[in-house]
């Protein structure tokens, strides 16, 4: 259930948002841009329906979405940029928080703030956070939508850990997970080797 986003554009935006010496404001348009492009496939199968319309010449056949909600929910606060970007392509999408940070010394998910929209269990969602390192946010956020009674779910992220992938799997292995790529391991404080680093600190300029 693992599909590794391989666009040239993808890899070539990966490849400078990895790098140590890539400032915020850049890091942020490309992390934007990378969410962007990723969007079309996590999208590639949406319904379609046939629609005429009227062009300046005549009348044309055309396909339009076939009326299928879907709510994007970013884990806070790396989420966020990630979300922007693919509210760029899909402006009619529903907008959900889930706030969750990783305890230094546990390693696991402390929730702190969800808002969601009231007919999220109707909506198709797409669950966004750039990294998947020890899975632990990622499990704990689709725990909270499945609560809501939210039954179709994907999960992407811009880098993931074997180890994440594992976890998210072996907890739900009903939700597909698309990424732009699967790294070495973690080290022994859950950070993703190579990785990119903290993708909050250096996107909002803070340690």
Same mark, same amino acid.
């Given at each position: 259930?693992?599909?590794?986003v391989?666009?040239?554009? #993808? $890899?070539?935006k990966?490849t400078? &948002?990895r790098?140590?010496?890539t $400032?915020? +404001?850049?890091?942020?348009?490309?992390?934007?841009e990378?969410?962007?492009?990723?969007?079309?496939?996590?999208?590639? %199968?949406?319904p &379609? +329906?046939?629609? !005429?319309?009227?062009t300046? &010449?005549?009348?044309a056949?055309g396909?339009?979405l076939? %009326?299928k909600e879907?709510a994007i929910?970013p884990?806070?606060?790396?989420?966020?940029?990630?979300?922007e970007?693919?509210? $760029?392509?899909?402006?009619?999408?529903? #907008?959900?928080h889930?706030g969750?940070y990783?305890?230094?010394q546990?390693l696991q *998910? #402390? $929730?702190?703030y969800? /808002?969601?929209p009231e007919?999220?269990?109707k909506?198709?969602?797409?669950v966004?956070?750039?990294?998947?390192?020890? @899975?632990?946010?990622?499990?704990? =956020?689709?725990?909270?939508? /499945?609560?809501?009674g939210?039954?179709n779910?994907?999960?992407?992220c811009?880098?993931?850990?074997?180890e994440?992938v !594992?976890?998210l799997e072996?907890?739900? *292995?009903e939700? !597909?997970?698309?990424? =732009?790529?699967i790294?070495e391991?973690? %080290?022994?404080? @859950?950070?993703?080797?190579?990785? &990119? @680093?903290?993708? @909050?600190?250096?996107?909002?300029?803070?340690k």
């Amino acid at each position: 259930m693992v599909s590794i986003v391989e666009h040239p554009l #993808v $890899q070539h935006k990966l490849t400078r &948002l990895r790098d140590k010496n890539t $400032q915020p +404001k850049e890091f942020r348009e490309l992390l934007s841009e990378i969410s962007s492009l990723m969007l079309y496939e996590v999208t590639r %199968n949406l319904p &379609l +329906k046939e629609v !005429e319309v009227e062009t300046p &010449l005549g009348i044309a056949k055309g396909k339009v979405l076939d %009326n299928k909600e879907i709510a994007i929910v970013p884990i806070l606060r790396a989420g966020l940029v990630m979300a922007e970007g693919m509210l $760029q392509i899909l402006p009619s999408a529903k #907008v959900g928080h889930i706030g969750l940070y990783r305890d230094p010394q546990t390693l696991q *998910p #402390v $929730q702190y703030y969800t /808002k969601l929209p009231e007919d999220i269990h109707k909506r198709e969602v797409i669950v966004v956070d750039p990294m998947l390192a020890t @899975g632990g946010s990622a499990v704990a =956020a689709i725990s909270i939508l /499945k609560s809501k009674g939210v039954r179709n779910i994907k999960f992407v992220c811009i880098i993931c850990a074997p180890e994440g992938v !594992e976890a998210l799997e072996s907890s739900y *292995p009903e939700v !597909e997970i698309y990424t =732009a790529a699967i790294d070495e391991r973690l %080290n022994d404080h @859950g950070y993703i080797i190579p990785g &990119l @680093g903290d993708a @909050g600190d250096r996107l909002f300029g803070t340690k």
